[in-house]
């Protein structure tokens, strides 16, 4: 994969990288050892392909920030497409050396030759490229915008459920959230564009996940923003960033989500702020 660098190959790594820093094929799990580089492409959901003209939805495509590269497989190409940022190039590796690994992820075996297929060309902001007379367009995928739910985030985006999956929930607090009989409603504001909401908010979806089944009465909603929050609730509600996540009871805030601490152990900040509100109800009924 050592390609040469000219000013049109520069112009096409600016889009890929760009995008970086932020189920057509099924390739066994092979037991052969991955290549000590094309390795750790991760499922991601940062991307929408069409072929011909027409959206491929089935469409697996993984994306490596390390070298970096996307890895795009589908069965209306002829073979998996490895693009190289750095190079602008386009390149096919036998789908029998993808290496899918339990945890989501794939390598390339060590033994995997790609073929070069030239370059990819970025139009529109979107990396185009043909390959065997079918013309395929990388689009970056729009925001994932308004009210949610916790199902529509692990649809757009399988880091999602992936971040998710590694999270394990301070179980005290996580039984007395199990508890809660009040009406409460946590109203999470958040980009489907940003690294820190993807790092975070799992984490509470999470939470909910482990609520369902319990007596709990709480209620999780998701609200996408676009970026640059332009949307006119961003200034009514004070917001400074994302993700915050607003706590109300019988609609009104009792309390947010908004440092690290909180967004790192959600069920502790959500179970204190709770406890606060029950103090102050308390309080107020002597």
């Known amino acids: 994969m050592k390609h040469e660098t000219t000013p049109t ?53 993984y994306q490596n920030n390390s070298i970096p590269a996307v890895l795009i497989l589908t069965s209306s190409l002829s073979a998996p ?69 916790s199902a529509d985030l692990k649809a757009y985006s399988p880091d999602y459920q992936r971040v998710a999956n590694t999270y394990t929930p301070n179980a005290q607090a996580l039984a007395t959230l199990k508890k809660e009989t009040r009406p409460v409603t946590v109203r999470t504001y958040f980009g489907s564009w940003c690294p820190h909401c993807r790092e975070h908010v799992p984490l509470l979806m999470k939470v909910e996940d482990q ?6 009465k709480i209620k999780f909603e998701y609200m996408g923003l676009e970026k640059g929050l332009r949307e006119p609730v961003v200034k009514q509600l004070g917001l400074k960033g994302v993700p915050t996540g607003i706590v109300l009871y019988n609609g009104k805030e009792i309390g947010r989500l908004n440092s690290d601490a909180d967004w790192n152990a959600p069920e502790a900040a959500l179970t204190r702020i709770l406890a606060a509100a029950g103090k102050s109800a308390s309080k107020g009924k002597k």
Do not use: H
Not at 30 to 59: I, T
Not at 211 to 216: A, T, V
């Open 211 to 216: 609520l369902k089944g319990s007596p709990s």
């Open 9 to 61: 190959r520069r112009r096409a790594a600016t889009f890929l990288l760009s995008v970086l820093a932020t189920v057509g094929l099924v390739a066994p799990l092979l037991a052969q050892p991955s290549d000590a580089l094309l390795r750790n492409f991760m499922r991601s959901g940062d991307y929408l392909l069409e072929v011909d003209g027409k959206a491929v939805p089935n469409a697996e495509i």
């Open 81 to 149: 497409v490895l693009l190289n940022p750095r190079a602008g190039t386009v390149e096919t590796v036998p789908i029998m050396k993808v290496l899918k690994k339990a945890d989501g992820s794939a390598d390339l075996s060590a033994d995997a030759a790609t073929q070069p297929q030239g370059e990819f060309q970025v139009v529109e902001g979107n990396a185009a490229f043909t390959l065997q007379g079918r013309k395929a367009v990388l689009k970056v995928r729009p925001s994932l915008l308004g009210l949610r739910r």
